[in-house]
């Protein structure tokens, strides 16, 4: 079930990005963040993408240059945005779609110091009040927006970028691990380095049947930050779990 996205991918017109397969959908995490205060910035709007953060952004749309990409979606908010027009530069023949069922968690957290949630592991859910959302109610809504996009883009790659906890989550689901906050401190078992997906990394859910029930395959791209990091602390070749580090674990 779990694999590595390291290469240069190439494909051909109306192709998935998986050879076999039935639809491949990108998830991708927006580039860094612009964030001088360092809060849980959240669904909060105009939260842009940073310096760094652009060049992220468009290191990730040239790793996507060639793939002949059937439709690009993004999260409403502003630094999934920017990071889907960068993509969007190099498959001019494509609209943004804007989904609301990729966004940001809503979670009490939200304008609070970074610190505070780092001082909690990353978990903005245990004793969160009624109406914020929980690990479950994540991934069924982005299960919804996997379903639609398989129903709507057949034998199709599809980009949609997205949040990292909406990733985490999903890819736990994926892999068929309980959708716990401990769980998002063990994303290392499932091959996602630096234990929390990257800013402009990308995760490759890959499905091979027409089962509405499929749990799909994942694959990791690391960023070139974490890619350089593995190569200087030997993890190359790529090992295929046990990956630790320092990658923020709040949601963003």
Same mark, same amino acid.
């Given at each position: 079930?779990?694999?590595?996205?390291?290469?240069?991918?190439?494909?051909?017109?109306?192709?998935?990005?998986?050879?076999?397969?039935?639809?491949?959908?990108l998830?991708?995490?927006?580039?860094h963040?612009?964030?001088?205060?360092?809060?849980?910035?959240?669904?909060?709007?105009?939260?842009?993408?940073?310096?760094?953060?652009?060049?992220?952004?468009?290191?990730?749309?040239?790793?996507?240059?060639? %793939?002949?990409?059937?439709?690009?979606?993004?999260?409403?908010?502003?630094?999934c945005?920017?990071?889907?027009?960068?993509?969007?530069?190099?498959?001019?023949?494509?609209?943004?779609? %804007?989904?609301?069922?990729?966004?940001?968690?809503?979670?009490?957290?939200?304008?609070m110091?970074?610190?505070?949630?780092?001082?909690?592991?990353?978990?903005? *859910?245990?004793?969160?009040?009624?109406?914020?959302?929980?690990?479950?109610?994540?991934?069924?809504?982005?299960?919804?927006?996997?379903?639609?996009?398989? =129903?709507? *883009?057949?034998?199709?790659?599809?980009?949609?970028?997205?949040?990292?906890?909406? %990733?985490?989550?999903?890819?736990?689901?994926?892999?068929?691990?309980?959708?716990?906050?401990?769980? =998002?401190?063990?994303?290392?078992?499932?091959?996602?380095?630096d234990?929390?997906?990257?800013?402009?990394?990308?995760?490759?859910?890959?499905?091979h049947?027409?089962?509405?029930?499929?749990?799909?395959?994942?694959?990791?791209?690391?960023?070139?930050?974490?890619?350089?990091?593995?190569?200087?602390?030997? *993890? *190359?070749?790529? =090992?295929?779990?046990?990956? =630790?580090?320092?990658?923020?674990?709040?949601?963003?």
């Amino acid at each position: 079930r779990l694999g590595f996205f390291i290469v240069h991918l190439t494909m051909n017109t109306h192709r998935p990005c998986v050879r076999g397969s039935k639809t491949t959908i990108l998830l991708i995490r927006h580039a860094h963040v612009e964030n001088p205060h360092r809060i849980l910035y959240g669904r909060l709007p105009r939260f842009r993408l940073s310096a760094l953060g652009r060049e992220q952004a468009q290191h990730t749309a040239r790793l996507l240059h060639h %793939i002949p990409l059937a439709a690009v979606f993004s999260s409403p908010l502003l630094r999934c945005r920017q990071t889907a027009r960068e993509i969007l530069a190099f498959h001019p023949d494509l609209r943004l779609q %804007i989904s609301t069922r990729m966004t940001e968690v809503h979670t009490p957290y939200q304008g609070m110091p970074a610190a505070v949630v780092e001082s909690r592991g990353g978990d903005v *859910y245990t004793d969160a009040p009624t109406g914020y959302e929980q690990p479950a109610d994540i991934v069924r809504r982005a299960r919804s927006f996997l379903t639609s996009v398989r =129903k709507h *883009y057949t034998a199709a790659c599809v980009a949609a970028v997205t949040h990292g906890d909406v %990733i985490a989550f999903v890819a736990l689901w994926a892999c068929g691990f309980a959708l716990t906050p401990a769980n =998002k401190l063990r994303l290392g078992r499932i091959g996602i380095f630096d234990a929390y997906p990257a800013h402009g990394s990308i995760t490759m859910l890959t499905y091979h049947t027409d089962d509405p029930n499929e749990r799909p395959q994942v694959t990791y791209r690391p960023s070139p930050e974490q890619l350089r990091r593995m190569v200087e602390s030997r *993890y *190359y070749p790529l =090992k295929r779990s046990g990956a =630790k580090g320092g990658e923020r674990l709040f949601s963003g």
